[in-house]
């Protein structure tokens, strides 16, 4: 089990289900060939984000450039993208914590955030350093304008082999039986 230090407390991140490993492995499937020969690398899970004095979070995709990364091998201080897919457990943290750590960090450039239930991308962007803009995008027919190397994130790659739980709101078919 994972850790997350904050302010002095540890906090248990609960193990990833499978729809969260599928995105995650789909994000560097498309992330991959683009940075390979560039200055910029890839991350996820196991390496840790310092945000703060005391708070330290381990972000599920992390994009940083190669010279900004510390001797410390299990740190990173200065990503350029984050990307963190919402569990139950976690997604209150990730839409409002980590959201307000992550947006304070003068090298990251985006942070999206990634609903594993449904299609849904929060695609929070730095176009310039003094303010953030946000993008909702819930089709999987829509791209993603990165700010990374002018990138186009196709939802439809996100959400490869991604199976949504039924909708509590979907009628039944008995419900639709007219009598």
């Known amino acids: 089990m994972r850790h997350e230090y904050v302010d002095g407390f540890l906090i248990a991140k609960a193990g990833e289900s499978v729809n969260h490993n599928r995105i995650v492995r789909n994000l560097f499937r498309f992330f991959e060939p683009y940075l390979d020969e560039s200055p910029l690398e890839l991350f996820g899970l196991s390496l840790k984000l310092k945000v703060g004095e005391t708070i330290f979070y381990y972000p599920d995709v992390m994009v940083v450039r190669e010279n900004s990364q510390r001797a410390d091998a299990y740190l990173c201080t200065k990503p350029v993208l984050v990307a963190e897919v919402l569990s139950p457990a976690t997604e209150t943290r990730d839409l409002h914590e980590k959201l307000n750590a992550y947006t304070r960090n003068k090298s990251l450039k985006e942070y999206l955030i990634i609903s594993q239930d449904r299609v849904s ?10 303010y953030w803009l946000v993008r909702c995008l819930t089709d999987l027919t829509q791209e993603c304008d990165l700010l990374l190397n002018g990138l186009r994130l196709p939802l439809a790659k996100i959400y490869h082999r991604v199976i949504f739980p039924p909708s509590l709101t979907a009628p039944t078919e008995k419900q639709n039986t007219i009598p």
């Open 121 to 130: 991308v929060h695609h929070y962007y730095r176009p310039r350093k003094d």
